[in-house]
Structure formats: structure tokens, C-alpha cells
């Protein structure tokens, strides 16, 4: 109790002037609650788009309804335009309970004062979390989010293209999936593969293959590191891959899908993430056979491609009314149980170690599982939030250089921009 | 006679073309929504859907609550549409057929929120609507596209309102009705062309308006049409044929109100459509 | 009486003073009729429901929107509900920085493109509509009406798809008339061929209403003053310049004026085409405001920005008002 006081007073000393919102409130009256007084409530729960698999929901809603009596409901969302509805969301008086809030954005969101305290969840559920998957949701000392489950790009192919050109083992490294995609473009009429000129999280992750720093320090503050010369390298490995692809290079993975794009039959491969092949067999159920997965290949064959090491961690808001049950539902959420069925369902890493082993057999999980040993992040610094807002000037950056821009002009084209999003104020 | 036939073809040439130009992209439109995708992506363009499908309609229907859009759409619409009318014409007889002090400023005030950038302003009045506890609601969208088309209508109805001969008026009053029953009665049969001309602005409007509803409505059920166009289009934008029925579907019903009341307004708008 | 009124009008009386007057009857008659002093009330009765609609549901964000362009304002102020004033902080940074001055650059020349081909077309449209037959006037009008009426999303969404990089009907028609470096190109990639794109859907979703409004005002000009100045001997092109034109001229200010401000603070299709992109080069006031307010998260910036865009709209409308204020003051 003592520690929350102090915790408390804390925080109301760094606020201006305390609001009303009163979340605090609700963490204590439901704490020693029962399962009936949950009766005639319904938790809200904002997940992204292909997080969860509706086997899943099925069965966490179930376990969730009978524990607890009361209602979950879980709403998907869009990742375009994700940044400003969570912001807009978590200020009103009726916010998401729960929320999926990605590791690049979580620090940023920590900061706003938005994301409830989570530390006590933590000592109950979260000891043995990966430190290194947790340390994005850990914001002064304390846990604002529960990691939930991470995910790293794969290549994703399409055996039948591939086999028409005469392929027969998977690329071990850089070169020979060149090697391969070139043969792709010559033997058959399909598009090697689809690259959009801003896969961001693509380049990112060659970024960390190079050992670049996409921020650095000057004095006191961060400033923008893209005219690195290590940044430049990983650009021209980005381009060469662009080179096998018809793909727009003004236009991110999203839009349009490019699972959607991959699920016509026509295109070798696509850099993504294991749900994107759940998408593609959603538009056309003929892929599904022809669905292939393998690690990026590196420079040598003994180290593949780093990664981005997308995450995502489940959050409660701060003005949710319903902070008990919106434990409850964490602990459901991510107990052995669900969070080893959702690695196994979505091939995705869980939070813990001791449930890796559910992703045994699983071909997109085995595919992935080299690249995250060397895989990275953004910068885990709470300013890093805006530089991703939309028009995000490292996609910029892509599109410049794709364009035939040198990396060092491209750079200071952006860099401007970029420390000024760095610079900007909480 | 050679002059004659001259003068006549350009112009009808000239007429051809210019149609031509504006029709297309709304048949281009049509068009692609009812053609395999085989026929969108094809290296030749194929002008008419010979082989036509039903399947991009039936993907751009299948989104999740789509029909409660529709339904959230037309109330939306209609009723911002009839209120902004109702509200401008009283408004509109005052400022045409009355003289008072302030009127010059009145005419000013409803020029200038005439010119109001409301999407620039969509914070403020979100936090407004927000303080306010009407986030997901139809209410707050009604009222605010009510007040985004209601300068222009005022604006405009006070055209139509003068354009009716006074004479008119005054033969009714001097028949014994009151100057309301004269309204009633004289005026407003008068003004039925203008009343429609003005409406299709507002049925635009209220039909388009995209950034506030973003903001504003975050449940799903409380959202309107163009935001499922939009998010469709982002997901979707490569699949030009169900995109393309999408607009189709978007776009079918303010064609259908232009169409019938297009005929009407035009020669309405004779006298006093634009008039600042 | 009104044809009277009409010919006074069309008399060569400085324009400015009779320019936003294209309703004439009202000019008429006067005298008769005023209302007695028991009805002084009335008027503003009749106005009070738009008045107080408009002064409360716009002025209010309007005071809201002026009074946040002077606070820190980023997500956590706003989820917090913290007010923390920071005086003209956010305008000295917007003013300051180089950005928004080559947007307002571009915005005004953007504007200016817009409406001088806008008004050109559409008159010359209206013009046509009035010289063409019964039906080939119905055909053209159908034409104008479709393009008027297809709502901006879209529109936005159809022209994407007509300058589509692959499969886009435009590149296959340029590439068929021989230019061929145009058969994969990318409209959105550079600034000019965005601006193109957005240019040529705003044109050709604007001509309509200038076209046919010009169009039904051109059926009003009595015939009267034709044959008056075919009397005094004036051709084609002089009748048009003394009696058309002069009798247009209150309409096609108008009009002007109601397209500045439509392409000016025209938000859906600027942003929807390629969101201000590429590179942001072309963000108008309205797009930057949004992007930098409610895009990057910094609200308070974005008020200011909005506050000054509202600024400019006043500044670049003022003569127009100008004229309206001293003519409403001559009527009455």
C-alpha cells in the first residue's frame, strides 16, 4: 500500500494538474471482487488485424465468460491511422479496456500517462516473461504492458512458381536468392517477388543486419543516423531486392495488402509474417498448397538476415473503468494455455521460453525462429513513437533512394524532418 | 449555308468530346465493377464488360456491418439535409423579403461561415464533442453537417426567395391571408425548384464528409459509408474490381438523387443559385 | 419592371458596385408592402434558428481551436486532460520554420491553377450549352451532372485507378498514341504528376456547377438587349463583350468567389489521391494542418496551423467581401 501511495504521488507530481479521470480508482474496489460481480459487464478489447486467430478468441472468450460472468468483446483494428485512434481513444471516458499496442509504440505510449501500471500483474504472471521481449512494455522502472507475442519476417513463397523455374532447394544466402529470383523472372512469367518500395520493417531489420543505428545521441538528445554509411549498405541491399519487383515504390506492405497480392498466383515470394499467409488462403484458398516459408538468408549461409522483432503487448488503459477484469482477462489471456495455443495457431514466439515448444511442426515458426536469434528493434526510446506517424520520413527515405537518389542525399532530404520528430515535445 | 454547317458541327463535335470526358470515369467506374478481374488486369483494356460478374459487389457488401452503414449514412444525410432547409428558409425569407437593422452583417456572418475549414478544426471539435460524453454517436455528426451546409443554403434560398415576384406575395395578402399563409401558400410551391437545387449541395456534403466521422465514431456501428470506402481502398487497393464496385455502390445513390432532381434545379438555379 | 431593372444593370455602371447582384428582381419594387412596425421582431425570429446553429456549432470549435494553437498540446496532454499553456509558442515554431511558408506558397498557387482553369472551362462549357440543340445540351448535361454528382471518396478512388502504374487506362492510352515511356509510369511519383492528377479531378469535378449555373443564367439575359445591340450594329463578339458578358459578370464573381474557397480548403481529394505525398510536396494548408496536427500528434501546432489557414481564407476572400459589404449597404 505504501508503495502505491508513493507510486501515486509520483505521478501527480509530474502531471501540471491532475485530471479527472480517476482511473486509479477502479484497481482496488474489484481487486478482492468475486467472479459475480463481474456479472453484466463487457471488457473491450482492441486487437490489430491478424492477431488473433478466431480459434482463439473462441477459446479465450469461452474460458473468460465462464471464469469471470462477464462479456468479452474483442474489436479488430486497422493499422492504418492505429497511432492517432489509440491516442484519440485512450483520453475518453470510455476507452478500450484492454489493447494490443506494438513494442516501437509502447515506450511513447508508456509516456502519455495513458497505460495503466501492470507491475503488479507482473509478480503474479510475469516472472518468467523473456526479459528482452518485456524490456519494450518497462517505462521508468515500470511495466505499462504485458508482452503478448512476437513475430519476425519470413520469406514466404510459392512452391509450384518456384518449381516451374526449376528450383529446388530454398536460398541459403543473400546471393543465391538473388540468384533464385532472377531465374524466377526468366523461366516463368511471374513476378519474383512483391517488394513495395516502404516495407519499413524489412529494411529496419537489414538495417540491424548491418549493425546500424537509425538514432544517435548529440549532447542530450537524439538526432537522426541515416547518412551512416552502414544505413546506406543496408539500402542497397533493400534496392536489389526491389529490383525483382513490378511492386510500387511509393506504397507500404499494407496498402494494397500484400498477401492479397501474393494469394493471385502470380508472385514468387513476399517478405511478411506468418498470419499474412493465413490472408493469402483467405482470398484464394488454391494457395494454400503451394505455401512455402524460409528464413531470410544472410550474407553466409552460417548467419541469416537480422529481422525487426516485431511484438505486440497487451496494455489496459489507464481510464478503463474496469481495471480487475481487465487483469482477469490478461491472465487468461496470456496463461500457458492461450498463449501456447496462440504461438501454435499464429506461429508466432511466445512471451515465455517454456512455451516455444508449441511451435514444433510449425513451418513458419521454424522459419522464423533463426532470424529472431539475431533480430532487433527500433530504437526503444519513448521519442521514436513519432517518427513512425504517417507520412513516416524513413519511407521517404526508401522511396528516394529507389528512385535512384544516392543514400547520402536521400538522408539529408529526411533528416530535417526526423530530428524535428525527435526533438518534439511530450 | 456552308457557315451554317460549320457553326453547327463544332459545337455538337465539341458537345461529344466534352461528355465523353466527363462521363468516363464514372462509366470506367461501372464498368470495371462488373468485369472479371481477368478483364481489369488485362494488357488491352477491355472497353465493354462482355462477360459480367456480381462477384466484386458481392466482397465489397460482405464487410462487416455494412448494411448498418448504409443505414447510418441515409439518416445521417437525410435528416441534415432537411434540417439545414428548414432552418435556412426561415432564415433566407428574412434576410430577402425583410429590411432591418444588422442585415449586412447577417449576410457577412454567413458568408464567412461560409468559408469555415472544418477539417483543419477536427481536434477542437473533438475534444468538444468528447467533454461532452457524444463520441459514437449519430447526433454530433447530424448536427455539425447540418451547420457545414447551412450557410450556403441560407446563402442561397435568399436568391430564390427574392426571385419570387413580390407581386405575387402582396396579391395573397391582399386576398386576406397573413403574410405566413402567403408564404405557405404563394411562396413555397414557388420555391420547390430552389429548395431542391440547394438540397443536392447538402445531400453531397453530408454524404462525403470523412475526416469528423474518422475522429469522431470509433464504434463501428456508429460510423458511415465513406469510412468503409476508404478502409476498403487500404486494403483492398489492388483489387481494382471490388474497389470499383465499392465507389459504385458509394456513388449509386447521390447519382440517383441528382438525376431526379437535376431537372428541376437547373431551372431553379436560373435565378439565384450562386448569388454571394 | 425587372427587364428594366436588368437593363439598367447591364448599362456600364461601374462593376465592383453592381457586381454581386445577379438576382434582379429584387432590385424592383420597394415601396409597397413594408411591414408594419408591430413585425419588427420577425426577422430576427426567422433568423435566430441559423443564427444561433451557426454562431454556436461553428464559433465554438472556432474559440476551442484558437484557444489550444496556444498550448503544448501531444498525446499525453490530451489524454491526461492537461491544459498547459505555452503563449505563441506553436506559431513561432510554425512561423519560423520554412515548411509552412512554401505550403502557403503553394496552396495560393494551387488555388489559383485551379480556379482560373475552373472558370475558363466552366464558362466556356456554359457558354457551349447555350449555343448547342435540345438534345446534343441534354447529352452534355447528363455528362456534367455525373461528374458533379459522384461523391469525392469516390472520385478520388476512380481517378487512382484510371492513372494506375499497372493496368491504369490512362498509361495504355498515352502508350498507344506512341508515347511510350509512359506505358508503367507512376503518376503519384513525382509532384507535378500528383498535382496533374489532383488538378484534373478538381477541374473536372468543379466545371459542372460552374458550366450549368452559367448556363441557366445566360437563359435569363432578355432578348431585348440582342436585338438593342444588334440595332447598334454589333456583331458576334460585340454583343457578347457589351450584353453576355456584362450580364454575367455578378454571377461568374460570385462563382469565383465560392471556388476559391472550395479548392482552397478542398481537404478529401487533396489528401485521399497520394496523402500530400510524394515527399509531402504537395500538402496544401489544409493537408499540412492535418498532417502535422492530427497526423504527428502535435494538436497544439495544428490549431495554429489551422488558425492561420482560416487567416489566409480571409485575407485571399477580402476584396470579395468587400465588394458584398458595400453593395448590401447601397440596397439598403
Not at chain 1, 459475480?36 to 472468450?61: I, N, R, Y
Request: hydrophobic share 45%; aromatic share 12%; glycine share 8%.
Amino acid at each position: 500500500m505504501k508503495r502505491k501511495l508513493a507510486a501515486a504521488i509520483v505521478i501527480a507530481g509530474m502531471m501540471v494538474s491532475v485530471s479527472a479521470c480517476g482511473g486509479d480508482d477502479g484497481d482496488d474496489s474489484g481487486k478482492n471482487a468475486g467472479p459475480d460481480s463481474f456479472k453484466g459487464q463487457t471488457l473491450t478489447v482492441w486487437a490489430m488485424d491478424g492477431s488473433t486467430p478466431d480459434q482463439w478468441v473462441k477459446d479465450v472468450t469461452a474460458a473468460f465468460e465462464k471464469k469471470t460472468g462477464a462479456k468479452l468483446k474483442f474489436e479488430t483494428q486497422k493499422w492504418d491511422g492505429i497511432q492517432q485512434k489509440i491516442t484519440t481513444a485512450l483520453s475518453e471516458s470510455n476507452p478500450p479496456d484492454v489493447l494490443e499496442v506494438g513494442n516501437t509504440q509502447t515506450p511513447a505510449y508508456a509516456a502519455t500517462g495513458g497505460l495503466a501500471d501492470l507491475s503488479d500483474l507482473k509478480q503474479q504472471i510475469g516472472t518468467d516473461w523473456t526479459p528482452s521481449v518485456s524490456q519494450s512494455s518497462v517505462y521508468e522502472g515500470k511495466q505499462y504492458a504485458a508482452p503478448w507475442y512476437f513475430a519476425n519476417r519470413v520469406v514466404i513463397y510459392n512452391k509450384k512458381i518456384w518449381a516451374k523455374a526449376g528450383i529446388k532447394d530454398t536460398p541459403k544466402t543473400r546471393d543465391e536468392f538473388f540468384k533464385d529470383l532472377d531465374t524466377i523472372g526468366k523461366k516463368t512469367d511471374a513476378e519474383p517477388i512483391y517488394l513495395p518500395g516502404q516495407n519499413w520493417y524489412f529494411f529496419d531489420g537489414l538495417t540491424i543486419g548491418q549493425g546500424a543505428d537509425l538514432v544517435k545521441k548529440d549532447g542530450d538528445k537524439y538526432v537522426s543516423n541515416l547518412a551512416d554509411a552502414k544505413v546506406a549498405k543496408a539500402m542497397e541491399i533493400y534496392k536489389k531486392y526491389a529490383s525483382y519487383s513490378k511492386a510500387p515504390k511509393d506504397k507500404d506492405e499494407a496498402t494494397p495488402q500484400q498477401a492479397e497480392i501474393f494469394a493471385k498466383g502470380k508472385t514468387g515470394a513476399f517478405i511478411g509474417m506468418g498470419w499474412e499467409a493465413g490472408t493469402a488462403v483467405q482470398a484464394n484458398k488454391a494457395i494454400e498448397k503451394d505455401l512455402g516459408y524460409f528464413t531470410i538468408p544472410g550474407e553466409t549461409a552460417d548467419k541469416p538476415e537480422s529481422v525487426f522483432l516485431g511484438g505486440s503487448n497487451l496494455a489496459v488503459a489507464q481510464g478503463s473503468k474496469k481495471q480487475a477484469l481487465a487483469e482477469e482477462f490478461l491472465k487468461i489471456a496470456l496463461s500457458d494455455q492461450y498463449e501456447g495455443e496462440l504461438a501454435k495457431l499464429n506461429g508466432v514466439i511466445p512471451n515465455k521460453k517454456s512455451l516455444e515448444t508449441n511451435l514444433k511442426g510449425n513451418a513458419v515458426a521454424e522459419a522464423a525462429a533463426p532470424g529472431a536469434a539475431v533480430g532487433g528493434t527500433t530504437p526503444l526510446i519513448p521519442e521514436w513513437g513519432a517518427v513512425e506517424n504517417a507520412p513516416n520520413p524513413i519511407k521517404s527515405y526508401m522511396t528516394a533512394v529507389l528512385n535512384g537518389k544516392s543514400p547520402a542525399d536521400a538522408a539529408k532530404q529526411v533528416e530535417g524532418e526526423i530530428n524535428k520528430r525527435l526533438a518534439q515535445q511530450n | 449555308m456552308k457557315r451554317s454547317i460549320f457553326g453547327r458541327f463544332w459545337p455538337n463535335a465539341t458537345a461529344v468530346i466534352l461528355f465523353a470526358g466527363f462521363a468516363f470515369p464514372v462509366y470506367w467506374m461501372f464498368a470495371t465493377a462488373f468485369k472479371p478481374t481477368g478483364d481489369i488486369i488485362a494488357e488491352n483494356p477491355v472497353w465493354f464488360p462482355t462477360d459480367v460478374t456480381f462477384s466484386h459487389f458481392k466482397k465489397a457488401v460482405d464487410a462487416d456491418h455494412f448494411w448498418t452503414l448504409v443505414v447510418n449514412s441515409v439518416t445521417v444525410t437525410v435528416l441534415s439535409v432537411v434540417f439545414s432547409l428548414v432552418i435556412a428558409l426561415f432564415a433566407a425569407f428574412a434576410l430577402a423579403r425583410m429590411r432591418f437593422r444588422g442585415r449586412r452583417g447577417l449576410i457577412v456572418t454567413f458568408m464567412l461561415a461560409q468559408m469555415a475549414p472544418w477539417e483543419v478544426m477536427i481536434i477542437a471539435i473533438y475534444m468538444l464533442v468528447r467533454d461532452n460524453d457524444m463520441l459514437n454517436s449519430l447526433v454530433p455528426l447530424t448536427v455539425f453537417y447540418t451547420v457545414m451546409v447551412l450557410p450556403l443554403t441560407v446563402l442561397t434560398l435568399r436568391g430564390y426567395v427574392a426571385a419570387v415576384p413580390k407581386d405575387l406575395e402582396e396579391a395573397a395578402m391582399v386576398d386576406g391571408c397573413t403574410r405566413g399563409q402567403a408564404f405557405v401558400r404563394v411562396i413555397f410551391p414557388l420555391l420547390a425548384p430552389g429548395l431542391m437545387a440547394t438540397s443536392l449541395f447538402g445531400f453531397i456534403t453530408a454524404w462525403n464528409e470523412f475526416p469528423l466521422v474518422l475522429i469522431l465514431n470509433k464504434d463501428v456501428e456508429k460510423q458511415t459509408l465513406p469510412l468503409w470506402l476508404s478502409q476498403f481502398q487500404t486494403a483492398f487497393g489492388d483489387d481494382w474490381g471490388a474497389t470499383m464496385a465499392a465507389s459504385s455502390l458509394f456513388a449509386l445513390p447521390i447519382l440517383i438523387v441528382f438525376i431526379l432532381l437535376q431537372r428541376k434545379a437547373v431551372s431553379g438555379l436560373t435565378d439565384g443559385a450562386v448569388k454571394g | 419592371m425587372s427587364v428594366q431593372t436588368r437593363g439598367t444593370d447591364t448599362a456600364g455602371e461601374p462593376a465592383v458596385r453592381k457586381a454581386p447582384v445577379p438576382a434582379p428582381p429584387r432590385g424592383g419594387d420597394r415601396t409597397p408592402g413594408a411591414p408594419s412596425r408591430r413585425h419588427a421582431a420577425a426577422p430576427y425570429l426567422l433568423l435566430l434558428p441559423a443564427l444561433l446553429a451557426t454562431v454556436v456549432l461553428l464559433g465554438w470549435p472556432l474559440v476551442k481551436n484558437g484557444l489550444l494553437s496556444f498550448q503544448n498540446l501531444n498525446p499525453r496532454q490530451l489524454i491526461q486532460h492537461l491544459t498547459e499553456w505555452n503563449g505563441v509558442d506553436n506559431y513561432r515554431e510554425v512561423l519560423t520554420g520554412q515548411d509552412f511558408w512554401h505550403v502557403v506558397e503553394r496552396t495560393v498557387v494551387f488555388t489559383a491553377v485551379n480556379v482560373v482553369l475552373i472558370m475558363a472551362v466552366g464558362t466556356l462549357v456554359g457558354l457551349l450549352l447555350a449555343r448547342l440543340g435540345k438534345r446534343m445540351r441534354l447529352l452534355l448535361m447528363v455528362g456534367l451532372v455525373l461528374a458533379w454528382a459522384m461523391p469525392y471518396v469516390a472520385a478520388t478512388t476512380v481517378y487512382q485507378w484510371l492513372f494506375a502504374q499497372r493496368f491504369g487506362v490512362v498509361n495504355w492510352v498515352l502508350d498507344r498514341l506512341g508515347w511510350h515511356s509512359m506505358a508503367d509510369y507512376n503518376w503519384l511519383g513525382t509532384q507535378t504528376s500528383t498535382y496533374f492528377v489532383i488538378i484534373l479531378l478538381l477541374v473536372w469535378q468543379s466545371v459542372p456547377f460552374v458550366a450549368i449555373n452559367l448556363y441557366a443564367a445566360t437563359t435569363t439575359i432578355p432578348k431585348e438587349l440582342y436585338e438593342a445591340a444588334s440595332l447598334d450594329g454589333a456583331g458576334g463578339w460585340k454583343s457578347f463583350t457589351s450584353v453576355t458578358l456584362p450580364f454575367l459578370r455578378p454571377f461568374l464573381y460570385a462563382t469565383t468567389f465560392l471556388e476559391v474557397i472550395w479548392i482552397f480548403k478542398a481537404f478529401t481529394q487533396v489528401f485521399a489521391i497520394n496523402e500530400g505525398g510524394p515527399d509531402r510536396l504537395t500538402e496544401t494548408l489544409p493537408v499540412y494542418a492535418y498532417v502535422e496536427g492530427v497526423g504527428n500528434q502535435h494538436f497544439g501546432v495544428g490549431a495554429a496551423i489551422s488558425f492561420l489557414t482560416i487567416v489566409a481564407l480571409l485575407v485571399i476572400t477580402s476584396y470579395y467581401l468587400r465588394m458584398v459589404l458595400k453593395q448590401e449597404e447601397d440596397e439598403l
